[in-house]
């Protein structure tokens, strides 16, 4: 099993600054990474997949980057509405593993 | 507007079982693979199953084999997990998950979820 690992558990952020996720894999996942953002009482929403491709209608603040084991979701300019839990999630392997999550909090 | 709605949740004691059903809508449901992910109260996403859009392929994950089957019925656009033998661990959230395409497994529709609860 691959084990996805996410840093920081809590990530304290002002209003417009920006914010930078990580993810780590226990072994490479090529580029088959997506990301997710959860807000409380919701399901997922998929922001990125194949690491770097923002999915439909997600804003261009949202950026992933990386490949292999090591990736990186930014947001740039912090809004509101970003304020969340965001998955990481690797898709080469069986079975698909989620990381345990980042929250993204108001500083 | 693709809309998957779960069901089938509830309080269930240990030992017993469900069958959690999700009836999609907005979208060619055949052509796409479906699955179910969990969430433990305050945990975050963990993989359950994924079927494929003709039903002919199946995958779940170690801690439910044997105990958890994964299902669809493509006249009636709905998804199902049956799941038995449920113990205190499968207390969860379960969401129905739309695959982006026919053969890859990351979601980009959600529903709301189930809730079940197992307990004594």
């Known amino acids: 099993e691959i084990v996805m690992t996410q840093s920081p558990a809590t990530l304290s952020v002002s209003p417009g600054e920006r914010a930078t996720l990580s993810c780590r894999a226990s072994?490479?996942?090529?580029?088959?990474l997506a990301w997710y953002q959860q807000k409380p009482g919701q399901g997922p929403r998929l922001l990125i997949y194949?690491?770097?491709t923002r999915a439909t209608g997600i804003p261009a603040r949202f950026s992933g980057s990386g490949s292999g084991t090591e990736f990186t979701l930014t947001i740039g300019s912090l809004q509101s509405e970003d304020f969340a839990v965001y998955y990481c999630?690797?898709?080469?392997?069986?079975?698909?593993?989620f990381g345990q999550g980042t929250k993204v909090e108001i500083k | 507007e693709v809309q998957l709605l779960e069901s089938g949740g509830g309080l269930i004691q240990p030992g017993e079982s469900l069958r959690l059903s999700c009836a999609a809508s907005?979208?060619?449901?055949?052509?796409?693979?479906m699955s179910w992910v969990r969430q433990a109260p305050g945990k975050g996403l963990e993989w359950v199953s994924s079927?494929?859009?003709?039903?002919?392929?199946?995958y779940h994950i170690d801690s439910v084999k044997g105990r958890f089957s994964i299902s669809r019925d493509n006249s009636k656009n709905t998804l199902y997990l049956q799941v038995n033998s449920l113990t205190a661990e499968d207390t969860a959230v379960y969401y129905c998950?739309?695959?982006?395409?026919?053969?890859?497994?990351?979601?980009?529709?959600w529903g709301q979820g189930t809730l079940v609860t197992v307990s004594s």
């Open positions: 907005g979208f060619t449901f055949s052509s796409y693979a």
């Open positions: 072994q490479s996942v090529s580029s088959e």
């Open positions: 999630q690797q898709y080469n392997n069986w079975p698909r593993t």
């Open positions: 998950a739309k695959s982006y395409t026919q053969a890859t497994y990351y979601f980009d529709y």
């Open positions: 079927i494929t859009g003709s039903g002919d392929g199946t």
């Open positions: 194949r690491a770097s």
